[in-house]
């Protein structure tokens, strides 16, 4: 079946230090999104590639980065962990040339860190 | 005040009631309007999807959209303990090519006690 997968579920790391989490889909989807889900929040929009294009969002910290090599791949760097950024990290996908603005996500990456 | 209100919960009814979520928004440029289920530690998952205003029926399940009032339900009949999740509206404008960004509420918690 189509669809987005993240990887890792679950991430354990360290204050400060670096850590990179993957999504890939098989939509062939031609924008993908990084969000930020807390507890009990709704999710927050980091940034977006629509192709190759990077969109970041104004009140995203420089401590989060993302990268796609390629239509199925996206990353999403954080430079130096904070406390404060443990959270659900949801990856989505959309093409909305087709159907607007509907957004897939995939199951999230549960980050910790210590 | 934010985009779109949504009430946070939590929402606990026996199983075979109708429940009614809803969201209000201040936005009068949102056209496409969603409902997503997200279980416990798992991403959203797009359940409902309406463009502007009406009403669609999916199984158990009615979306409602009154622009005039700028007020969407979602309607589940027969509920299930299966129905207990967290469900977030969601909402969108579109400009011809572009991607716009979700708006989402911050989900109502939903338990269908058995």
């Known amino acids: 079946d189509a669809m987005v997968i993240q990887n890792p579920r679950y991430q354990v790391t360290q204050f400060g230090k670096p850590v990179t989490l993957s999504c890939s889909q098989t939509?062939?989807?031609?924008?993908m999104y990084w969000y930020q889900q807390k507890s009990s929040q709704a999710p927050k929009l980091l940034f977006h590639y629509y192709d190759k294009d990077f969109n970041n969002e104004a009140d995203t910290p420089d401590n989060f980065q993302s990268r796609r090599p390629n239509t199925s791949f996206c990353f999403l760097d954080i430079r130096s962990p904070g406390l404060g950024d443990a959270a659900m990290y949801l990856c989505?996908?959309?093409?909305?040339?087709?159907?607007?603005?509907?957004?897939?996500f995939g199951a999230g990456t549960r980050l910790s860190v210590l | 005040q934010k985009e779109v209100e949504q009430d946070p919960g939590p929402l606990s009814v026996p199983e075979g009631a109708i429940v009614s979520l809803n969201c209000t928004y201040s936005n009068s440029a949102f056209q496409y309007f969603m409902w997503y289920r997200q279980y416990s530690r798992k991403g959203p998952e797009l359940l409902m999807y309406?463009?502007?205003?009406g009403n669609k029926e999916d199984g158990r399940f009615t979306a409602q959209v009154d622009k005039s009032s700028k007020y969407i339900s979602l309607f589940i009949r027969d509920s299930q303990p299966s129905d207990s999740a967290t469900y977030l509206c969601?909402?969108?404008?579109?400009?011809?090519?572009?991607?716009?960004?979700?708006?989402f509420g911050t989900g109502t918690l939903l338990a269908v006690q058995p």
């Open positions: 939509l062939n989807h031609n924008v």
């Open positions: 969601a909402m969108s404008s579109y400009y011809g090519g572009a991607t716009n960004k979700l708006i």
């Open positions: 989505a996908t959309s093409r909305p040339q087709v159907a607007k603005n509907i957004q897939y």
């Open positions: 309406t463009y502007s205003s």
